[in-house]
């Protein structure tokens, strides 16, 4: 069988595209932490399809001796199918005020075959780590999402009410001078500079002065002046938009054939073979019609993965492909494999 042999010639294509985006998407305020939270558990009312035995009898008997003020009740005396022992998870929001209420996670960690059907009995729900303070209270209904694929895994809507207020404190004082500090959710150099940029450029909200200073690639220091509503001052702050620099990185998943392309990655001058593909870029052939470019900078990386896939080229044939470029060190960016 005769191989049909197919040539892609791509000049120098240069996209420069930059994208402008809030404060608050890409920051967070240092001190406005959200608490994970968990807890030891007990669920009734299963219909025979819990633990049976062990912690959960165990429990169930601690409850029932607290309840009925019977110490002499032993686990010989609880042959039930019907509870099981569980972890409960939670996130307590920063600023979170008593009497609040947060979702609950609820799992199985012994026997039990389904949580339908079940009811949480009253958890007391701590801080993850050394601290055993109460910071809220867990009990209800359980809802399990997917009975046939997970049934030991539920969910409890608003399920636990805060009962332990954790102190935020997001304004700080280094020499009688008040700021807070933006830590940017994926640190770098250009974007911290924009975000210090932005802020003294508008004019309008915070008069031109320079009152940002980025400490690193992702920190920036933001002076909170005298006299102002602190609410407002944050609020107008996080609503500055900024020019948003992201690194050149392409993610592959080898199993599901999944691939990200950033905006930054470029290919250098390169000719490739693969199969029946023969790639051309950034030459000029007679043999082929090319596209009309400037020489400034490499071609987009996606521009190339664009007309591979116009050729019907195979998942495989591009992942091998990208691989190979970075391998000639012809692409310019991070290659990350999952």
Known sequence: MKRCLLTIAVLFLAADAAFAERLKDIVRIEGAV???LKGFGLV???????????????AMK???????????????DIQSKNVAIVLVTATLPAFSKIGGKIDVKVSSIGNAS?????????????????LDEVYAVAQGPLLVGDDENHPTVAEIPNGATVVEEEPTDIIHENDGVRHISLLLNHPDYTTANNIVEAISNDA?????????RAANAGQVDVIVPEGVDEVSFISTLLDVTVQ?????????????????????????????SHGNLRITIGREEKSVTTLDATEDEGTPLQRIVDMLNAVKATPDDVIAIIQALKAAGALQGEIILR
């Open 34 to 36: 959200d608490n994970d």
């Open 44 to 58: 009734i009312g299963l219909k025979g399809t819990g633990d049976g035995k062990g912690l959960a009898t165990s």
């Open 62 to 76: 601690s409850v029932l001796q607290r309840l009925l003020k019977d110490n002499n009740l032993s686990e010989a």
């Open 114 to 130: 389904s949580l339908q059907g079940g009811v949480l009995l009253e958890t007391h729900l701590v801080p993850v780590g050394p």
């Open 204 to 212: 309008q909200l915070f008069g031109g002065g320079n009152i940002a």
């Open 244 to 272: 948003v620099d992201n690194a050149a990185k392409v993610v592959i998943n080898q199993r599901t054939k999944t691939i990200i392309i950033g905006e930054h990655v470029t290919v250098l001058p390169v000719a490739i």
